[in-house]
Nanobody, 126 residues
Framework: QVQLVESGGGLVQAGDSLRLSCAAS????????MGWFRQAPGKEREFVTG????????RYADSVKGRFTISRDNAKNTVYLQMDSLKPEDTAVYYC???????????????????WGQGTQVTVSS
């Protein structure tokens, strides 16, 4: 099995930055692409960003492009989400997700990810 644990969430003001981390443990050799999703109250879970196993392939939702950066450290089995210029509409629970098969481009579909963390709350005040 694979376990994903997110950390780094919190309460910040608009314009601030946060860095989320997602540490993987267990059968980490079975993880290929990684992604971040978020879910705001009353809304569906949405794709934020994804990264391929080699980190050369990344993908971002239009709403975060230019403000968020995903990266991964395979030696540490950790994926990071650097969030800059945060806005109140970024408020959500952020989930880390992993895929157990390689994909050329990170998927934006939640049902194509096999492993999920418990989520970490990010709240951005105006």
């Amino acid at each position: 099995q694979v376990q994903l644990v997110e950390s780094g969430g919190g309460l910040v003001q608009a314009g601030d930055s946060l860095r989320l981390s997602c540490a993987a443990s267990g059968r980490t050799f079975s993880i290929y692409g990684m992604g971040w999703f978020r879910q705001a109250p009353g809304k569906e879970r949405e794709f934020v960003t994804g990264i391929g196993v080699s980190a050369s392939s990344t993908r971002y939702a239009d709403s975060v492009k230019g403000r968020f950066t995903i990266s991964r450290d395979n030696a540490k089995n950790t994926v990071y989400l650097q969030m800059d210029s945060l806005k109140p509409e970024d408020t959500a629970v952020y989930y880390c997700a992993g895929q157990n098969r390689p994909m050329i481009v990170p998927s934006t579909r939640a049902n194509e990810y096999n492993y999920w963390g418990q989520g970490t709350q990010v709240t951005v005040s105006s």
